[in-house]
């Protein structure tokens, strides 16, 4: 059974939580533990021989450690690249809190000392008409990590992301500061000083942006006992 299971979500749709996701994953690695990964449902796959795929998911599955098939990885692919609850409806697909929580459920008894689960979009991302994405780490108990872009609103969306968080009973464990665009943020350290006092949650890493992807490169951003206390507490 996994011993540490978390739920990554952020405080928007395109902040880098895939990217975040595989470099926890590359520094839980180094650090010596055991990695699985969770997309559970992903929007935008194309179709391959094999079936429909989904980058980000496939950049989970190579950045892990133990071996699962693309099925358990990534369970519910959806080839339209929109909001996962329409592109569900138009592919004839129910998602739900409960079924979602099936599929992790399988995978959280596997071996394994970090389980990493991938959200979609921010915290309240909707499923179907009365449940949202929130209501999977509820329902499996987990402990959260927020991705948050460094732009103009960063504030205000951690912030909120992480009051709603905690409003569902969750606990932040801590967040991630990423540059998921290439321009600086104005007044950027004054941001950082401000929600490392306001989040209540200590800052994991601060990564800087890519022109390619590479997250086994951000991982050197993240310090092996960061990873310790992460896993361990």
């Known amino acids: 059974m996994a011993r540490k299971t978390v739920f ?9 939580k895939t990217m975040v996701s595989a470099a926890l994953l590359y520094a839980a690695a180094r650090a010596g533990y055991r990695t699985l990964a969770l997309k559970p449902v992903a929007a935008g796959c194309e179709e391959t021989a094999e079936g429909l795929r989904n980058d980000d998911a496939l950049m989970l599955q190579a950045a892990m450690t133990e071996q699962l098939s693309y099925s358990q990885v990534n369970p519910v692919a959806l080839a ?43 915290w309240r991302v909707p499923l179907n008409e009365r449940e949202s994405y929130a209501g999977l780490p509820v329902e499996l108990a987990c402990q959260v990590i927020l991705v948050v872009d460094l732009r103009l609103g960063a504030i205000n969306h951690a912030l909120l992301t992480a009051e709603a968080i905690r409003r569902d009973g969750l606990q932040l464990i801590g967040w991630v500061a990423n540059r ?24 994991l890493a601060e990564l800087p942006h890519q022109t390619q ?21």
């Open 8 to 16: 990554i979500t952020g405080t928007d749709t395109e902040v880098g």
């Open 180 to 203: 998921a665009s290439p321009l600086p943020m104005q007044a950027e350290a004054q941001t950082l000083a401000f929600l490392a006092q306001a989040l209540g949650a200590p800052l």
């Open 80 to 122: 339209e690249a929109i909001a996962p609850h329409v592109a569900a409806v138009n592919a004839g697909v129910r998602l739900s809190v409960q079924r979602l929580a099936g599929f992790c459920r399988g995978v959280m008894l596997k071996p394994a000392d970090f389980l990493l689960i991938e959200g979609a979009g921010g």
């Open 213 to 233: 992807s590479d997250p086994r490169a951000l991982a050197q951003y993240i310090d092996d006992q960061v990873m310790r206390d992460l896993i361990e507490n």
